[in-house]
């Protein structure tokens, strides 16, 4: 018998109690397919999201998924998107589900000007926050350059590494760099400005 309130002695309390809510960590601006697995569930019965009912696939009365894009968490700092996650109907507490920034947000360049004075190329490091990998590639002006990974890390912030040629930039002119993260995720708008000025 299915009992949501003003349950009398004998009637069976059939709201959806949920045991677990997987996977716990996703990554922002993907699609992340959640599993709740518990008893009660119904083809009706949604996933909540931070409160946002979410359409549901009946696997089984214990099993069900959903499909969750949360977007990007806007920050400065690295970002991490924590949202409660539960079934409607349930009693059952929410599961906090972590959403990662998979954007490399840059802060700061070194060094803060590129010329020409000995060596005639350089290695640019690029300062920041997010996540970076071996398929981290900075580009200039929407160019792909030589890029790679410092394993240092300060705090939460994070190096990459670029060599930068100046043979294509014309004299005193300004260039913008960007980030493209595994292979998807572009740093955040607007791109970061790099002063080329020659000397000598």
């Known amino acids: 018998m299915r009992c949501w309130s003003g349950c009398s002695a004998g009637d069976v309390d059939s709201r959806p109690v949920v045991t ?49 894009t949360s977007g990007y968490f806007n920050t400065h700092e690295l970002g991490q998107l924590d949202l409660p996650v539960s079934v409607q109907g349930s009693l059952s507490a929410p599961s906090n589900v972590s959403f990662l920034e998979p954007r490399f947000k840059i802060r700061s360049t070194f060094p803060i000007n590129y010329t020409d004075i000995a060596p005639q190329n350089w290695e640019v490091e690029l300062w920041g926050w997010g996540v970076i ?3 981290s590639v900075v580009h200039i002006d929407g160019r792909p350059q030589q890029t790679w990974v410092v394993a240092n890390v300060v705090g939460s912030e994070l190096i990459l590494m670029m060599h930068m040629d100046l043979t294509p930039y014309p004299d005193d002119t300004q260039v913008m760099l960007t980030v493209l993260n595994e292979g998807g995720h572009w740093s955040p708008e607007p791109p970061w400005p790099f002063w080329i000025e020659r000397f000598g």
Not at 37 to 63: E, H, K
């Open 20 to 68: 677990s809510i997987s996977p716990l960590v996703g990554k922002q601006n993907e699609a992340l397919t959640l599993t709740a697995t518990g008893t009660f569930f119904r083809a009706d019965t949604p996933i909540m999201v931070n409160g946002v009912a979410i359409p549901t696939t009946l696997v089984s009365p214990t099993s069900m998924t959903a499909s969750y």
């Open 133 to 135: 990998s071996d398929q």
